[in-house]
Each structure stands twice: as C-alpha cells, then as structure tokens.
C-alpha cells in the first residue's frame, strides 16, 4: 500500500461511484491518499471544465478520463500510469494533456509510464520507448539511441537484399522497395534513399519483422 501512494493512475475501466459526483467521490477514495489534495483537485477540474458537483454517470467517456487524470494528480503521485489516455481526448485537450505531463515530469524527480499507440505522443514526449508485440518486448532503449540504432532506406529490391542481416523488414510498393535496417554507421550506397525512422515507422517495420521471424531487439 505504502508503494501504491505515489502512484497515480488513468486506466479506462470505471472503478468511481456512478451516482456520486465527482467532489464525493473525491472525497471518498481521497482517504486512501495520505497526500490528497482537494485543493489541487479542485483546481485540475476548473481547469478540465468538468463541474465537481456533476454525478460521475452522467460524464461522457473523454469526461470521465479526465476526472481520473485530475484524481491521479491530486493526491501529488511521483510515478504516473496512463493506459491509452489521449485516444478519448479531443485535438484541444490532448495539447493540454502534454502540456500537463511535460509540468509533472519538469523537476526530474517524477516519471510517466504511457501506454499508447498515438506514435506522436511518444514522439512528443517521450525519453524512453518500449515496444510490446503479443507480450514480446522488440525494442527498449531511449529514443535517441533507438532511432540512432535503425535507417530507413528505399531502393531497388536487389540492393536492399544485400542488406543481409541488418535487414529488419522490407516492403515491396509500386515504386519501388523501403526498408527498415540496422545501422552501422557505414555509408551507404548513394543510389539508396537513407533516413532516420520516425516512432511510427519504427513501431510499423518492427512488428513486421517480428511477424516474420527477424526479432530485433535493442
């Protein structure tokens, strides 16, 4: 219980009181949190326009979450666990959403663990990325490192073949072939196409990979 204090979480199941309102069930589940803050919490619902007397069922799904965002904030957690937040906020307050993570994480003594399949929240915020397939971790590390680690390149198919082993996963299109590759910080030929990945081309051509038996863990 005493790790549990300093961990905030924002999962989407519904675990509040469907006919408490949101200061009651504050309140209510506030007691578990020996640095609960109504104050705070008060302040987080003005500011995520939800009206405190409101019964909890009467929210709508993006409401709800941000109730549970501004709880998880209001009893001053060190650790923050967010399971696919952003996907029920709309464009305005997901803005707002980062802008409150990049204030909790400012002072370098708090983390947040974000699960998410929004590749521009990781590439937004993150420091660390870890990508999960079916239970299988295929990639760790912090993003510079990994995205140092990897290059897109687009070519002829022969060409990327020759690849070898540093052949991650390569995608035949109508105009030709790109592929994802391991870097090795050699040239490369100047008939290829070379790049750095961005989050989610690497997410994408990882899973492939996978998929097809050339695990590429970092």
């Given at each position: 219980m005493?790790?549990?204090q ?5 999962f989407?199941e519904?675990w509040?009181?469907d006919w408490?309102?949101l200061?009651a069930?504050?309140?209510?589940y ?8 109504e104050?705070?919490?008060k302040?987080?619902l ?10 909890y ?7 709800k979450?941000?109730f549970?965002?501004a709880f ?5 957690p060190?650790l923050l666990l967010?399971?696919?937040p ?5 464009q ?6 980062h802008h ?6 400012a002072?370098?003594t708090?983390?947040?663990i ?7 929240d990781?590439d937004?915020f993150?420091?660390?990325?870890l990508l999960?397939?079916?239970g ?5 590390g912090?993003?510079e ?8 390149v687009?070519?002829?198919r022969?060409?990327l073949?020759?690849f070898?082993g540093r ?10 072939c790109s592929?994802?590759v391991?870097?090795?910080h050699?040239?490369?030929d100047?008939a290829l196409?070379v790049?750095e990945p ?11 990979g996978a998929?097809?038996?050339r695990g590429?863990q970092?």
């Open positions: 005493e790790l549990q300093d961990i905030g979480f924002v989407h519904e509040f009181d408490d309102s200061i069930n504050s309140r209510h506030g007691k578990y949190y020996k640095n609960y803050d104050t705070l919490l302040e987080y003005k500011r995520f326009r939800l009206d405190g007397k409101k019964k069922k009467k929210l709508s799904k993006g409401e979450l941000k549970t965002f998880a904030l209001a009893h001053h060190k967010l399971d696919e952003g996907a029920n906020f709309d305005t307050f997901r803005e707002e959403f409150i993570l990049r204030e909790f994480t002072d370098g708090k983390s947040v974000l699960s998410t399949h929004i590749t521009s990781v937004r993150a420091d660390y990325l999960l397939k079916k299988r971790q295929l990639l760790y912090d993003i490192s990994v995205r140092d680690a990897y290059r897109m687009a070519g002829e022969h060409a073949r020759a070898g052949l991650v996963y390569m995608e035949e299109t109508p105009v030709g592929a994802l391991k870097h090795d050699a040239e490369y100047r196409k790049w961005d989050t989610e081309e690497l997410m994408y051509y990882l899973a492939k998929e097809h038996g590429n970092i």
